[in-house]
């Protein structure tokens, strides 16, 4: 499974990126809204650090409007994903795009009939909600695994992209379900490398190796 970062913190990505770990990064407009930052700018700025695909959204809600906005948001790198909602809208700019070979990322997905849609529009990528999914009380994981399923039995190429990541259980268990990618907060990525017997395991190693009284170099 791919690691996007969820995130519109240039900092952040800068210093993630030096990881090896991520695959690509997203954005929305509560991340954008949160960073402080100037949109487009930050997009540019995301697209020199790294190749690896960026998801921009459009901020329209009608379709020549968020294509007239994709179009540009396209134009900033090669590598920018142009994201828009999954509405009917979205949807007729969806297959603009996906006709002049222009990436997509279908957001706002809280169904699998939206992500058949999605897919039908020729969407580069969809991405389900699955945080928000459980807040509701309904099982996100449960929603990857539909998705997936219906993907494989009509040999659909939209990729899955997990979304609204809020635990590292939401990590492995995306995986499991077959999630194509997993778009996940800076926070969750730093504790996805922590386990507690870890620590007491490499705290006795130090020890015992002090103990020798030996060096390596
Ligand atoms: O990728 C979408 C994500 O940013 C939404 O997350 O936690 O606001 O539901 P959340």
Request: net charge negative; glycine share 6%.
């Amino acid at each position: 499974m791919k690691f996007f970062v969820d995130t519109a913190n240039v900092e952040e990505i800068r210093e993630l990126m030096e990881t090896g770990l991520l695959d690509g990064v997203t954005t929305n407009p509560s991340l954008v809204a949160q960073s402080g930052q100037e949109f487009t700018k930050t997009i540019a700025e995301i697209c020199s650090i790294t190749d690896a695909p960026v998801s921009a959204e459009v901020a329209a809600t009608e379709t020549e409007a968020m294509i007239e906005e994709g179009t540009y948001l396209a134009s900033i790198a090669p590598n920018v994903v142009v994201k828009l909602p999954l509405t009917f809208d979205g949807l007729r700019a969806c297959a603009h795009f996906s006709r002049i070979n222009i990436k997509t990322n279908l957001t706002l997905c809280f169904s699998a009939n939206q992500a058949l849609l999605a897919a039908k529009s020729g969407a580069t990528y969809v991405s389900p909600f699955i945080g928000r999914v459980d807040d509701i009380n309904i099982d996100g994981i449960e929603l990857i695994r539909d998705i997936r399923a219906i993907f494989d039995n009509y040999a659909f190429e939209t990729k899955i992209l997990a979304a609204s990541i809020r635990s590292v259980n939401h990590v492995s268990q995306s995986a499991v379900a077959g999630a194509d990618v997993a778009t996940i907060p800076p926070t969750v990525i730093r504790k996805l490398a922590h386990h507690p017997l870890t620590d007491k395991g490499l705290k006795q190693f130090v020890e015992d190796w002090k103990s020798t009284g030996q060096t390596i170099i």
